[in-house]
């Protein structure tokens, strides 16, 4: 008996690889939908003719053994939305796997190498960082600044909010989730500007230059080239997305970046 961890990719659940695809067919499937999602779990389900039990991110990270029980007696198979090992919390994961039960990785695409689709070359980007809803850490603040200093490009991931309560109902003892929220590229940019403002050491202004990114990988991929201050006047539309600090671009990455703003690549 086996522990599957899959990789479904970016984009489109069809992305997954055969051999991933091969080893749902004969798994119970178990889909973790925090850290990316898909648009439809129902259809995502026709495609791989199988009902899917959908994991928050508690499920994941407080009862992993029960899916390493399950996966002592029958092939189990842990879907991951992008690459198995796009977030700390898979690794973890991985870790309390090894040992008590066989662990088979498909690896697929994620957003640390989809995001080449803007023209950035992938070896120029440093520290990836992220922002998050209703706090300003010091941590991506002090990443970009790093990155600059040594004139490489800083991804962005934007917060979202699957399953969890709100923090005041927390405080009231209340576990009640709250609407799915997903962080824009509007709201990732009011994010900079405060940490600006908190800490200011001029790492951040409105005219800096940046790339939008919504929806990488997908038919509908945009990105979108312009300072902070006119990203703020762009529609990305529909979730999820990602926002690119650049460092020092050299002409081609710069020349590739112009042509493909405010167009879909495809």
């Known amino acids: 008996m086996t522990l599957y961890l899959i990789g479904l990719g970016v984009g ?43 994991l928050n991110r508690e499920d994941v990270e407080k009862k992993a053994d029960l899916l390493i029980e399950k996966a002592k007696k029958k092939d189990v198979a842990l ?64 990443a970009i600044e790093a990155n600059l200093s040594i004139g490489l490009h800083t991804l962005c991931l934007l917060d979202i909010k699957t399953s969890e309560p709100s923090k005041e109902n927390l405080k009231k003892g209340i576990n009640k989730p709250e609407p799915p929220r997903f962080m824009n590229v509007h709201e990732a940019i009011d994010t900079l500007m405060k940490m600006e403002k908190e800490f200011g050491r001029g790492v951040i202004s409105k005219s800096m230059k940046a790339i939008g990114v919504a929806r990488i990988g997908s038919e509908d991929e945009l990105v979108v080239y312009d300072t902070l201050e006119g990203l703020k006047k762009y529609d990305f539309g529909e979730p999820m997305h990602s926002l690119v600090i650049p460092g020092v671009m050299n002409h081609f990455e710069e020349d590739i970046v112009k042509k493909i703003s405010h167009h879909n690549i495809y």
Do not use: Q
């Open 79 to 142: 879907v991951v939305v992008g690459d198995v090992f796009g977030a700390t919390t898979h690794i973890d994961f991985y870790s309390r796997c090894l040992g008590k039960v066989k662990v088979k990785i498909y690896n697929n695409a994620s957003i640390l190498n989809v995001i080449g689709n803007t023209g950035l070359d992938l070896y120029k980007f440093g520290r990836t960082t992220s922002l998050v809803f209703d706090w300003l850490p010091e941590t991506p603040y002090k």
């Open 12 to 54: 489109n659940y069809k992305n997954i690889s055969y051999s991933g695809l091969e080893a749902l067919k004969k798994s119970e499937v178990y889909l973790e939908h925090y850290t990316a999602v898909i648009p439809s779990i129902k259809e995502f389900e026709d495609f791989i003719k199988k009902k899917v039990k959908v």
